[in-house]
C-alpha cells in the first residue's frame, strides 16, 4: 500500500543533542512537508521541499534543518538550538502542481520529548 | 496573512445527536478550504476540499459547506467512532502553504 511513513514513533533528545526524524514516502509524491503541532494549536510549517534538492524555510525553521537528496526521502533535524523541541512532528507530502490547493497525505507523526 | 478560526475548542455530544462545527476564515482570495479529520497519536486524514461560496460535500455522516467567510462541518446522527479532533486549513491567494485552525475536538458518548 502506497504511504508515508515516519520513524521513530518516540524519540526522545538529550540537552546539545541533535536528533533525526526520518520520512519515507512511496507515493511518487513531488512535494513533502514538515509539520510541528503543539496541544491546543494549530499545526505550523517547518520546512517543505517543492522538488528533489530543493527547499524552503516555513514559518518556524528556525533551529531545524533538512535535506531532500531523494524524491522519496525528506529527513528532518531538530539541531540543539531548538530550545523548545518537544512536540508532535507530521511529515506529510502532497503530488506538488505548484498551483497549490492540494491536498496533503500525512504520516503517523513522531512524538519528540526532552530528557 | 490568512487566519483560521475553530469553533467550539471541544464538543461533547451524545450518540445521534446532530451538530455542526465552525472554522472561520480570512483570506486575500481563497484557493480552497480543506476539513480533515484526526486521530489520537495519528497524522491527520484528509475529509474534503471546497474551492467557492455555496460549495457543499458530502461522506457519510460529514457534510461541509462553505461561505464567503466560513465553513460548517456538519454531523448528522454522529456515532462514536465519529470522535476525533476535526481540522480546518485555508490556503488563500497570496499564501504558497496551508494555515491550520487550531481543531474541535469532538467526543461522541454512546
Known amino acids: 500500500d502506497g504511504g508515508i511513513t515516519q520513524s521513530p514513533k518516540y524519540l526522545f533528545r538529550k540537552e546539545g543533542q541533535n536528533v533525526t526524524l526520518s520520512c519515507e514516502q512511496n507515493?511518487?509524491?513531488?512535494?513533502m512537508y514538515w509539520y510541528r503541532q503543539d496541544p491546543g494549536q494549530g499545526l505550523r510549517l517547518i520546512y517543505y521541499?517543492?522538488?528533489?534538492?530543493?527547499?524552503q524555510k516555513g514559518d518556524i525553521a528556525e533551529g531545524y534543518s533538512v535535506s531532500r537528496e531523494k524524491k522519496e526521502s525528506f529527513p528532518l533535524t531538530v539541531t540543539s538550538a531548538q530550545k523548545n523541541p518537544t512536540a508532535f512532528y507530521l511529515c506529510?507530502?502532497?503530488?506538488?502542481?505548484?498551483?497549490?490547493?492540494?491536498?496533503?497525505?500525512f504520516g503517523s507523526g513522531t512524538q519528540l520529548s526532552v530528557l | 496573512e490568512d487566519q483560521v478560526t475553530q469553533s467550539p475548542e471541544a464538543l461533547r455530544l451524545q450518540e445521534g445527536e446532530s451538530s455542526s462545527l465552525n472554522c472561520s476564515y480570512t483570506?486575500?482570495?481563497?484557493?480552497?478550504l480543506f476539513w480533515y479529520r484526526q486521530d489520537p497519536g495519528k497524522g491527520p486524514e484528509f475529509l474534503f476540499t471546497?474551492?467557492?461560496a455555496g460549495e457543499e460535500k458530502e461522506k457519510e455522516r460529514l457534510k461541509a459547506t462553505l461561505t464567503k467567510k466560513e465553513s460548517f462541518l456538519h454531523i448528522t446522527a454522529p456515532k462514536p467512532e465519529d470522535s476525533a479532533t476535526y481540522l480546518c486549513?485555508?490556503?488563500?491567494?497570496?499564501?504558497?502553504?496551508?494555515?491550520f485552525g487550531s481543531g474541535t475536538q469532538l467526543t461522541v458518548l454512546p
Open positions: 506529510a507530502s502532497s503530488i506538488g502542481t505548484g498551483q497549490g490547493n492540494e491536498k496533503l497525505f
Open positions: 483570506v486575500s482570495g481563497l484557493r480552497g
Open positions: 471546497l474551492y467557492s
Open positions: 486549513a485555508v490556503q488563500g491567494g497570496s499564501a504558497r502553504q496551508l494555515t
Open positions: 507515493l511518487n509524491h513531488d512535494a
Open positions: 521541499s517543492q522538488i528533489v534538492n530543493d527547499f
